[in-house]
């Protein structure tokens, strides 16, 4: 049976971005086809300049993925969020695509898809579990069945969290680990199964 994967992302440094690549090759790994999708800046061009590398590296990412739209959302079994922490919640860039989505909200179609969340963060207590855990809530609104990691595979006691892979930057970033990028492939591996487990059911 074939399994739709969305993974609908923001990235500023390629953080989160390596996250959402990892995710993408672990649930490939499990036969999905898989959409991986960038949320599209909502500040004006000129706050963007006054960070260091924003605009290259947004350029270079708009390139690389599409925009997320309602239809990739409707076409996917399960849906992976991925953001940056921005004060311990998720960022604009990726809400505002969430709040988009009301319209396949009201018609009730993403009621029983599977749903998961990753995030990066600058610091090591900068947020990550709290970022992770503020997807759950629209999530839940959406109507997708939430997939944790829990302790699911040993990985989980070295990095990332029960509720979601993460990756500590630092300032200035640096790419994840690879432990923190192969938890995000044990992630992508979970929400595929979980995903492919509740389209049969249905």
Known sequence: MSVNI?????SRSGSTEALANALADGARAQ????????????VAPEIIATVPGWAENAERMNKAYEAPTEADAAWADGIAFGTPTRFGSVCSELKAYIDSLGGLWYQGKLN???????????SAHGGNEGTTLSLY???????????????????????GTPYGASAV???PPTLPTPIELDVARVQGRRLTTVAAALKLAN
């Open 6 to 10: 969305l993974i609908a992302f923001y």
């Open 31 to 42: 036969g999905a086809e898989v959409r991986l999708r960038r949320s599209r800046e909502v």
């Open 112 to 122: 029983g898809k599977a749903g998961t969340a990753f995030t990066s963060t600058a």
């Open 137 to 159: 809530a629209p999530m839940a609104h959406l109507g997708l069945i939430i997939v944790p990691l829990g302790y699911t595979d040993p990985l989980l006691y070295q990095a």
């Open 169 to 171: 930057s630092g300032n």
